[in-house]
């Protein structure tokens, strides 16, 4: 029997990948129209053990998961190593990735070629939405730490753990 004979419904299945330190309301856009568009959406939290983040890799997966949690297709997972291994190994054969700028793009799509010369995972790129288009987890930390007003960038609970942790730097 093939997956088109099964019984079983084929779902279409995606990953947003980030180290989402914090996920912004930028981050929390893509994944909602992402999830729009596929069955089942996996956020993927990259493990970058020569970073040293804001946040613990736990306490984005919690943010992430709390953050998401209405939009019901959504799972939240970490990762190391290479994406299009985490991709294989849950069977994701797309990856969607949002775009700020041009800038974005150059990089993206080295990164995107790879991934499909390395495995045959397709990229898909969303324009970020305009009022996002300047937005980063670097930028609302750094505004953040020098008192300024992040309250629109980054979610209610994620700006009371933001304000918090940086009270205690």
């Not at 300024?148 to 730097?169: K, M, N, S």
């Amino acid at each position: 029997m093939t997956a088109l004979e099964s019984e079983e419904p084929l779902l279409r299945r995606a990953v947003c990948p980030g180290s989402f330190d914090p996920v912004t309301n930028g981050h929390l856009d893509i994944i909602a129209r992402a999830s729009k568009l596929y069955d089942v959406v996996h956020v993927a939290v990259m493990i970058n053990k020569s970073k040293q983040g804001l946040f613990s890799v736990e306490e984005r997966l919690d943010l992430l998961r709390e953050t998401t949690a209405e939009y019901g297709n959504v799972e939240v997972e970490s990762f190391h190593g290479l994406l299009v291994d985490f991709c294989k190994q849950r069977d994701i054969p797309a990856i969607v990735k949002g775009l700020r700028a041009v800038s974005d793009f150059d990089y993206e799509l080295q990164m995107a070629q790879m991934n499909n010369g390395l495995s045959g995972v397709e990229t898909l790129f969303v324009p970020t939405n305009p009022t996002y288009s300047f937005l980063s987890s670097s930028l609302v930390k750094e505004v953040a730490a020098w008192g300024g007003d992040v309250t629109h960038l980054v979610p209610p609970l994620v700006l009371r753990r933001l304000t918090q942790r940086l009270a205690e730097r």
